[in-house]
């Protein structure tokens, strides 16, 4: 039973437009999310989060947005640049993130065309 | 750079044996946290320590197991192994201790059984 989807496995971008992720999660105790890139034979490296006290996060081209009622998180790209293409994880923790185990999703591979 | 380190980066063996994983964690973090990434899971959580102590367990199997020693750094053995065991093995850290924050992620080690 997966508790964090990514239902898009791979998605294109043009370069300069905007690239949204979708995430879905099905537990209600989580109260972090996370985004984390990964690029091959590297390890996830983060890139934002949002605690469920919140609805928005922003970090320069990065924001995170929470809907809760809705069970679901974007990540939107603005603008969407070559060294964005990786695989985007979402991530989930019941406590905060910092004293348990994440759930992730599968992943989005994220392609950016010139 | 996440400051986690990994070693093996590779790592090939038989059906049937053991090997350990090593994991430094960044400097000062106390947590140590083991994932394992395959095919068709995804990452999926195993274990996290915290100052020596187990903290919690995901998906670990009965096979594997894990310690954290003194000067914080960590193992991860795994025993009889399986084909299906053949995946990406990362290991992440942060402050931990309940306090909210992110996990850092090392550049993991690729198992291969054969």
């Known amino acids: 039973d997966q508790q964090v989807k990514q239902n898009s496995p791979s998605l294109s971008v043009q370069e300069g437009r905007i690239s949204i992720l979708n995430c879905d999660y099905t537990?209600?105790?989580?109260?972090?999310f996370l985004w984390y890139k990964k690029y091959p034979a590297e390890g996830p490296t983060f890139l934002i989060s949002i605690s469920s006290i919140k609805d928005k996060n922003e970090d320069g081209r990065f924001t995170v947005f929470l809907n809760k009622s809705a069970k679901h998180l974007s990540l939107h790209i603005v603008p969407s640049q070559p060294g964005d293409s990786a695989v985007y994880f979402c991530?989930?923790?019941?406590?905060?993130?910092?004293?348990?185990?994440?759930?992730f999703g599968k992943g989005t591979h994220l392609i950016i065309q010139p | 750079d996440s400051g986690v380190t990994q070693t093996p980066k590779h790592l090939i063996t038989a059906t049937g044996q053991r090997v350990t994983l090593r994991c430094s964690p960044r400097s000062g973090d106390l947590s140590v946290y083991w994932y394992q990434q395959s095919l068709d899971q995804g990452l999926q959580f195993l274990i996290q320590?915290?100052?020596?102590?187990?903290?919690a367990k995901g998906n670990i199997l009965e096979r594997f197991s894990a310690q954290q020693f003194p000067d914080l750094h960590s193992e991860l053995n795994l025993s009889s192994l399986e084909l299906g065991d053949s995946a990406l093995y990362f290991c992440?850290?942060?402050?931990?201790?309940?306090?909210?924050?992110?996990?850092?992620f090392g550049p993991g080690t690729r198992l291969t059984v054969l």
């Open positions: 537990n209600s105790m989580f109260d972090y």
């Open positions: 320590y915290y100052n020596g102590e187990e903290r």
């Open positions: 991530a989930a923790s019941e406590r905060g993130g910092g004293a348990d185990g994440l759930t």
């Open positions: 992440a850290s942060n402050s931990g201790g309940g306090i909210l924050g992110t996990q850092y």
